[in-house]
């Protein structure tokens, strides 16, 4: 079955960068869309980018520039830079992926706090 584990969160000051990484298995990993979402205390889900097999990516608007999602299919990764990180960044994000239509499958999250 698919599993995605998702790494690489923590605490940042305003201006600071993390890098998010997630793992995927139990499934072919290459024809796959994989994308990141995030969700703030009280806030619903939002997207914040993603990467197709072709590795056309896509971002949310609030990323202006700051976030790159490059995924690795040798490696059956997908990686999120977040750079020049902001307090309305802080949220959990979640790495994601879907067999067609909507996202199915979710890893367990990784927290992002910046201060």
């Known amino acids: 079955h698919v599993q995605l584990v998702e790494s690489g969160g923590g605490s940042v000051q305003a201006g600071g960068s993390l890098i998010l990484s997630c793992a995927f298995s139990?499934?072919?990993?290459?024809?796959?869309?994989m994308a990141w979402f995030r969700q703030a205390p009280g806030k619903g889900r939002e997207a914040v980018a993603a990467a197709d097999a072709d590795r056309r990516t896509i971002y949310g608007d609030f990323v202006e520039g700051r976030f790159t999602i490059d995924r690795d299919n040798a490696k059956n990764t997908v990686v999120l830079q977040m750079n020049s990180l902001r307090s309305e960044d802080t949220a959990l994000y979640y790495c994601?992926?879907?067999?067609?239509?909507?996202?199915?499958?979710w890893g367990q999250g990784t927290q992002v706090t910046v201060s």
């Open positions: 139990g499934a072919t990993y290459s024809r796959r869309c």
């Open positions: 994601a992926t879907r067999d067609g239509g909507a996202y199915n499958y």
